[in-house]
Structures are given as C-alpha cells and as structure tokens.
C-alpha cells in the first residue's frame, strides 16, 4: 500500500511521460528521426555491398552538388502540401526562372541582378499559380499539371528548345560565392541547408508557418478565427515559385549552360522526398527537416544502386521501394487525428 | 441609454432561394446575457455567423457601439471584441492546444516570429482559469488527444484569451457530459461578474432559462418573441410560449384557426 501511494505520489510530482525533454523531442520530430533511419539503413546497405566505393569523399561530394537544387524546391513544397495543396508546376517555373537568369547573364548585368530577376520572377510566376487555384476555385493537383505543360511551352516557343551558354558565370563573384568548392565541399550544399533551416524555422516559428498548419488542417476553422486563408494559399504558392527560382539558379551555376528541359527531372523526386521525409498528403501537418532528409534519400538511391555494382535498371525499382517502405513506416509512425 | 455593443438590422440572408433570415434585429448590450433559443434550422446558427463575420448577409446593417459597419468579416469582428465559440468548436485537431488558442492572432514580434515562450506561458494561465488541471495535458498537447469537454475548454480559452466585450457560444452543451456542462455554467456566471455579455445559444430550455437575462425567440427566420426574464413566470412558460410558436406551422397545414 505505501508502495503504490510513493508511487503515486512520485507520479504526480515528475512531470508526465510525454512532458520530458527526450520523449518530447522524439515525439515532436519523429517523422524527420523515421527519415533519418530509412536513410541511415540504405546507407549502411550500400556501404557493406561495396566498402570500397562508399568510402571515398568524391561520391559523397557528387551528390551533395546536385542535392541542393532539390532541396530549395522540397522545403517550400512541404508549405504547399501542409497548407492542403499540391504543386505541380514547380520545374517549369524553376526551367523559366533560370532562363530569366541566363537571359539577365548573356545580357552583360551582373549575376547578382540576375539572381534578383530570377526570384522576382519566380515569385511571381508562383504567385499567378496560386492565384489562379484559389481565386480560381480550381483543384491545385490538376490545374498546376496544366500550368507546368503550358510555362514549358512558353519556354520552348520562346528559345526554339535551344539551350542558352553562360560560361562569363565562371569568374563571376556571384558563383565564387554560391558554387565552388571549400575544402572540398561545394559551397552549393551550404546555401541550400541554411536555406532548409530558414524553412524550417518559417514553418514552426513564425506566424506563417502556423497560419499555413492551421489552414491546411481546417480552413473553415481558420476562417472563422480571421486568417485570410485564401491569401495564405496564394502565399504558399508564392513562396514555391521563390524555391524553384533558387533552384533554377544553382542548377545554372553548376555547368553554366541553361536547357530548355531544365527542372523536368526533379517533378518526381521532389514530391517524393516530401512524403519520404514523412509529411502525409492530406495537410495541416508535416516536416521541413524531413522533406530534406528525404530529399538526401532520394538523391542518394541512384548514385548509390550503380555504386553499390547493381546495373542501372535497379534505379527505379529502388526508387518505389524506399517510397513505399517509407510510407509504410511513417503509417505506424503517425497518427491521423480527425 | 447606453449604446449596445452591438446591434444588427434587418438581417436577411438568403441561400438561393431559401430564406434562412428575413429581417431579424438583435441588439446585445453591455454586461447582459441574452439567450437565443429557437428550433432547428430556426436560423439561430446563421445568425452568430453572421454575428461573428463568416456568413455575410444579404441585407441588413451593423452597428457596432452605435457606429454602422462595412465590410464585416471575422477579422472585423474579432477586432470589435466578440469572440465566437462555434458549434462545431472551430478548432484545428492535429495542431496543438497553444496553436489553437492563437489561431488567427499569434504572439509575433515586428518580422512574425512567433514569442512561443509567452504563448506557452499564456495557453497555460488560460487553461488553468477555465479549470483545465489534468497533467497529462500541456499547451503542447495535440487537440486530436482530447475529449469532447476538453476541446470545449480550448475554444472557451481562445474566447476569453483577449478581453472580449461579447461572447458567443453557439450550443455550448451539446454533446458534455454533466460535469462539463456545469463548468461551462460557471464559466458563463464568471463571464457575466466580469461585466462582459454573453449571448448563449440553446436548444434545452431549461438551461436558458437558468442563465440568460433575456430571451429572444427566432423561428423560421424572423424574431418570434423577445423577452426579459422578469416579464416570463418560468421556464415552463417559456417552453409552452415555444410550443405555440410552432403551432400556426402546423395550423397552416391543416385548418385556418
């Protein structure tokens, strides 16, 4: 008896379970800490089917000068996703942000005006999306598929598909300062992860980043608390077209030549390093950290199935298989509350 | 006399074709409870919508402190002092108690970064006022986890978070277990020392009757009686009055009396 009452009595007094800072950092980012496993496994496979190749540093620095470019377009989707959207038409307003960009370069002005053009103009370009879903009353997963078709069109009627060489890039401030290389790690890889944690720290403490949690969770609800939740829409979609501009950017930067296909390979994996990284389809809830980690994910499959000695028609078989697991995981991870 | 703190006009609202308000006026004033009773589909609900910004009417005027009002939105009526505690209790279920509490109005310093120190701080003073004591919860808690009278408790908090000259709770009992149904009576009676006004939505009369200070009777979009306690004996009156007012629907359909 005097047992259960200490017992109880120590229960009463200590915080609850769920209180303790351990427990409540698990708990609070246990999607993003899910991701991290799904990646830390695959690596670990990886690694012991072929030591040799995933232990040098050229591999690891090969990814992480192309992972960047993914991940200035996951962040911002994990806002769309969460605020209960889709976006569909990122590459091309990434594709037509970077032309902006090449265009402002072979004009003769200086890159950083030429970054500058480029995020206006990707802003806008997100902002006339945006627009046109919400205010237009248009579902977002079909009309930003439309709007991604007619913006490539746009970019193909105005270059003739021919790609744009901007070499005058190379002994530029703007790319000494975003693309090379610092003891061997390109630069690119930092920007992109103070970029991630501006994200993040946008999407948990900030009053945006709140306002588009409680939009995508229940806009009827937001409403009638005073949010503006069609302008917040509106923002979120902004906010992309600011990512795929940054995007388009660095892409450039990397072999100074802009292609009229350019943004078209990441459609797929960017959304798919959304939902890897543990943000559900049906918003209110999600994780910029773990849309980045997924983003790692992803971006290491292919470079890692060829380097592990698989040929590579494995790709894409390893791509499904990492979503799926993930999704599987992250199910049992998360509960769906209504 | 004193101005009301709000009133409205002729409000008429229109879904198409339907009218679910053909001019109804309503006047709350200072420190009063009004109760606002009505059968279903009466066009109590779309009232305090209206009331409270969501629903725009068709026609009609706002007044608020005596001055007209236009372009009345929940914003709008947020700023003016009245706060809503909805039916449904508007809350966002996978977000947390503290988000909920600051929906719409977070904390933020001049950029909007969010001060979720003083909204921790805060959430939990609130939650302690309303007599939310159990420790398994904290401001962090996800709404989701809660019962029904909890969640109750989280839209009460986000009411009382600023000090609202009107508060509106539409069906507040609904779906509470007894305990909670006297919590949010005591709420109420703390609302009304405080001097603020309340206007109380309900179907069970009973309960009204016990806490308003004046009735207003709505039935089929019109305003069928309004009022004060001192002028009804008793709750059965204002039951059997509730009785007769759906009789000439009835009537109607049958003989002319």
Not at chain 1, 74 to 90: C, H, M, R, Y
Not at chain 1, 287 to 299: C, E, H, M, N
Not at chain 2, 143 to 166: D, F
Request: net charge positive; glycine share 10%; hydrophobic share 50%.
């Amino acid at each position: 008896m005097a047992d259960v009452a200490k017992v109880a009595a120590a229960e009463t007094s200590a915080p609850h379970p769920a209180q303790r800072p351990v427990r409540k950092f698990l708990f609070a980012n246990r999607a993003a800490l899910g991701s991290l496993a799904v990646f830390v496994v695959m690596l670990l496979i990886f690694f012991i089917a072929n030591p040799r190749v995933f232990s040098s540093w050229g591999l690891y620095a090969a990814v992480l000068t192309t992972l960047p470019v993914a991940l200035f377009m996951t962040s911002p989707l994990v806002f769309v996703v969460t605020s209960g959207e889709i976006d569909l038409s990122f590459p091309a307003v990434m594709g037509f942000s970077s032309l902006v960009f090449a265009f402002v370069v072979q004009a003769g002005f200086d890159p950083f005006l030429a970054i500058a053009a480029a995020l206006i103009f990707g802003a806008l370009l997100g902002f006339g999306v945006g627009a046109l879903v919400v205010y237009g009353g248009l579902s977002s997963l079909v009309a930003t598929l439309g709007m991604n078709f007619m913006l490539r069109g746009v970019i193909l009627i105005l270059t003739n598909s021919k790609s744009i060489a901007v070499p005058q890039l190379s002994d530029s401030l703007a790319f000494q300062i975003t693309s090379t290389q610092v003891w061997g790690i390109p630069v690119q890889i930092l920007w992109a992860v103070a970029f991630v944690l501006f994200c993040a720290l946008l999407y948990n403490r900030h009053r945006f980043g709140a306002q588009v949690h409680v939009v995508g969770d229940n806009p009827d609800s937001a409403n009638e608390m005073g949010i503006n939740v069609n302008w917040t829409r509106v923002k979120v979609f902004a906010f992309m077209g600011v990512g795929a501009a940054l995007a388009g950017v660095f892409s450039t930067m990397i072999n100074f030549t802009w292609w009229p296909t350019s943004g078209d390979g990441y459609l797929l994996p960017v959304i798919a390093s959304v939902f890897v990284g543990g943000t559900p389809p049906w918003g209110g809830i999600g994780t910029v950290l773990g849309g980045a980690i997924g983003a790692l994910t992803v971006s290491f499959i292919q470079t890692g199935v060829v380097g592990a000695g698989l040929s590579g028609f494995y790709v894409q078989f390893f791509y499904g298989l990492i979503i799926i697991l993930s999704l599987l995981g992250h199910r049992f991870n998360q509960v769906r509350y209504r | 006399m004193a101005e009301h703190i709000i009133e409205l006009k002729n409000i008429t609202k229109s879904f198409g074709s339907i009218y679910a308000l053909g001019g109804v006026s309503l006047h709350v004033d200072p420190g009063e409870v009004v109760g606002l009773i009505g059968d279903n589909g009466a066009g109590k609900s779309t009232l305090i919508k209206i009331l409270a910004g969501v629903i725009k009417p068709t026609s009609g005027e706002i007044f608020i402190n005596g001055e007209l009002v236009n372009g009345w939105s929940p914003a709008r009526s947020r700023a003016a002092g009245i706060e809503t505690v909805f039916q449904d209790r508007a809350l966002a279920v996978q977000q947390s108690i503290v988000r909920n509490i600051f929906m719409g109005r977070e904390l933020a310093g001049p950029f909007g970064w969010l001060n979720l120190k003083k909204q921790i701080s805060e959430a939990e003073r609130l939650m302690r006022e309303i007599g939310f004591t159990s420790k398994v919860f904290s401001p962090n808690s996800i709404v989701g986890q809660l019962s029904g009278g909890e969640r109750q408790g989280v839209a009460i908090a986000r009411a009382i978070l600023k000090q609202a000259n009107l508060i509106v709770l539409d069906e507040p009992t609904t779906a509470l277990s007894l305990t909670e149904t006297a919590k949010v009576f005591h709420f109420v009676r703390q609302v009304r020392a405080s001097g603020r006004s309340i206007v109380f939505i309900g179907h069970n009369i009973h309960h009204v009757y016990d806490i308003a200070e004046r009735f207003v009777v709505i039935d089929r979009g019109r305003v069928a009686m309004e009022k004060a306690k001192s002028e009804i004996g008793s709750a059965q009156e204002l039951i059997e009055y509730m009785e007769e007012v759906a009789r000439p629907q009835a009537a109607a359909t049958g003989e002319v009396v």
